[in-house]
């Protein structure tokens, strides 16, 4: 009789973070209510981003929540999934979470800064403002597919594979809905400029995406 591996969660620390995360949610909720309304329905709607391109945009206290809401989440589900895909016991290791979690922080600044300098230097800053918000915002809502996926893997279907996948899909097609919105929103400017915007997809939003999931395939 072979023994068989089991990938068992410890899921106390782990429900501590969802918890922070779901007050992040709670707090957007309660203080924003017509901002979260519409950010539900943000993938078949744009009123949430017409309410908000306007108010402060990135430093918008909801804008703010939800971000935060998104990066514990991915960061608790790319934990999650390497130590699924790779037969690791990350979770049983909460450092690793913050390493993470500091790591996808850094690189989501180090992008900000990165992009609102370009526009800066080329002098179309309020349009590259406009473009970060536009694309933070659907990277955002990825966040509760992550959360999702997140309970389903720790209390529902440990060790998965199968809802790793599915919750990786889903934040893709949820990220490339956000990319055709913000093409067509900005259709004219990137028809213009159109070299730019591919050297600008492939060096900004591409090549995050691959670099995760060599990550997740390392």
Not at 195 to 212: N, T
Request: some cysteine; charged content about 10%; aromatic content about 16%.
């Amino acid at each position: 009789m072979n023994p068989i591996y089991r990938n068992i969660i410890s899921a106390d620390w782990l429900t501590i973070v969802l918890l922070v995360s779901l007050v992040f949610l709670t707090l957007g909720k309660y203080f924003f209510k017509p901002a979260f309304t519409a950010y539900l329905i943000l993938p078949f709607n744009n009123k949430y981003l017409t309410l908000n391109k306007k108010k402060g945009r990135l430093f918008n206290w909801f804008h703010l929540l939800a971000t935060f809401f998104q990066l514990l989440n991915v960061s608790i589900f790319v934990l999650l999934a390497d130590g699924l895909l790779n037969g690791r016991q990350t979770t049983s290791y909460p450092i690793v979470f913050l390493i993470i979690f500091s790591l996808l922080l850094a690189f989501l600044l180090f992008k900000i800064i990165l992009q609102l300098g370009t526009g800066y230097f080329f002098e179309n800053y309020d349009t590259t403002l406009d473009l970060i918000f536009e694309k933070l915002t659907f990277f955002n809502y990825g966040g509760i597919a992550a959360f999702c996926g997140n309970i389903i893997l720790i209390y529902i279907l440990p060790g998965s594979k199968t809802v790793v996948y599915v919750s990786i899909l889903l934040i893709l097609l949820i990220n490339l809905i956000g990319l055709i919105n913000v093409v067509r929103i900005h259709q004219k400017l990137i028809l213009n400029n159109i070299l730019y915007f591919i050297l600008y997809l492939c060096a900004l939003v591409i090549s995050p995406l691959v670099l995760l999931g060599s990550y997740l395939n390392d």
